[in-house]
C-alpha cells in the first residue's frame, strides 16, 4: 500500500539553510534540473551495495529523485527521506505519489530527527556536503556514524579535489562562491572528516568530470564490531 508521508519538526530548518538553487524562488528550477540526473544517480547508486530489504536513508533527499531510484531498483528495501526544505519536500511527495511508491519523507538534520541509534544499513547523500560548513559536516557525519548499524556505510557523491588541471579551473568560480563550505570538499578534507568521525575504512570510489568540477564518490564504513541489534533486524528501528 503507498504509505507516503511528510513528518516536520519545529525547528527543523538550521539558521544557515540554503535554499535550493541558493533561493526559494528557484526550486521549481532545481525540481526540473533534478530529473536531469537520473543516470548520474543510477550509477552511483550500482556502487552502493544496497540489499534487499536494507534500510536506507536518503539524506538531503531533495525533490526525491534518488529515494524513487532506490525504491525502483529495490522495491522491498525500506526508504526514508530526510531533507530541511519544506517547499522540495513537497515536490518529493508528489514525484513519489505519482509513481505509487512507499517511502517516508522527514523534515530536519540529521541531528534533530528523531531516529534511535544505529537505524541504518546505508546512508546516501548526494550533493550536500558543499552546502555545509566545515564544522556543519563534521556534526552531519558523527550523526551519520551514529545512525549507522554495524557494517553499515555512508555514501557521499560531491565535489571532490579537482582531478586535472582543466576541472581546477572549472571548480573556481564555485569555489569562489562557496568560501569555506566548498574549500573543505576541494582540497580533499572529506575523507579526514569521515575518519574523525568515527568511521575506520574511508575510500574514494570514483571521480568523474563534471561542468561544476570533479564530482567524487567517498564511501565510509562502520566498523562491523559496533554495538548494535544484529543485522537483519530491520523491523521498527525509525519512526
Request: charged share 20%.
Amino acid at each position: 500500500m503507498f504509505t507516503n508521508r511528510t513528518d516536520v519538526h519545529e525547528g527543523a530548518r538550521p539558521s544557515s539553510f540554503v535554499p535550493a538553487l541558493g533561493h526559494a524562488a528557484l526550486t521549481p528550477l532545481y525540481a526540473a534540473l533534478s530529473g536531469m540526473t537520473r543516470p548520474t544517480l543510477r550509477r552511483f547508486l550500482r556502487r552502493t551495495g544496497i540489499e534487499p530489504d536494507m534500510t536506507v536513508l536518503d539524506l538531503g533527499c531533495g525533490t526525491g529523485t534518488l529515494a524513487l531510484l532506490i525504491k525502483q531498483a529495490y522495491p522491498t528495501t525500506r526508504v526514508i527521506g530526510l531533507d530541511v526544505d519544506p517547499a522540495v519536500l513537497e515536490v518529493a511527495r508528489e514525484v513519489l505519489a505519482r509513481a505509487h511508491v512507499d517511502a517516508e519523507l522527514h523534515q530536519g538534520t540529521i541531528e534533530t530527527a528523531e531516529f534511535p541509534p544505529r537505524s541504518f544499513d546505508r546512508i546516501l547523500t548526494t550533493f550536500v556536503l558543499h552546502h555545509l560548513t566545515t564544522e556543519e559536516k563534521r556534526s552531519m557525519l558523527a550523526a551519520c556514524q551514529r545512525l549507522l548499524r554495524p557494517g553499515g556505510q555512508l555514501h557521499v557523491a560531491d565535489l571532490g579535489p579537482p582531478s586535472t588541471a582543466l576541472m581546477k579551473l572549472v571548480s573556481l568560480p564555485l569555489r569562489a562562491l562557496g568560501g569555506e563550505r566548498v574549500a573543505a570538499n576541494v582540497s580533499g578534507a572529506i575523507p579526514t572528516l569521515m575518519r574523525a568521525a568515527g568511521f575506520t575504512e574511508v575510500s574514494q570510489v570514483r571521480a568523474s568530470s563534471s561542468v561544476l568540477g570533479t564530482m567524487t564518490h567517498w564511501k565510509a564504513t562502520l566498523p562491523a564490531q559496533a554495538d548494535s541489534a544484529p543485522h537483519g533486524d530491520h523491523q521498527g528501528r525509525t519512526r
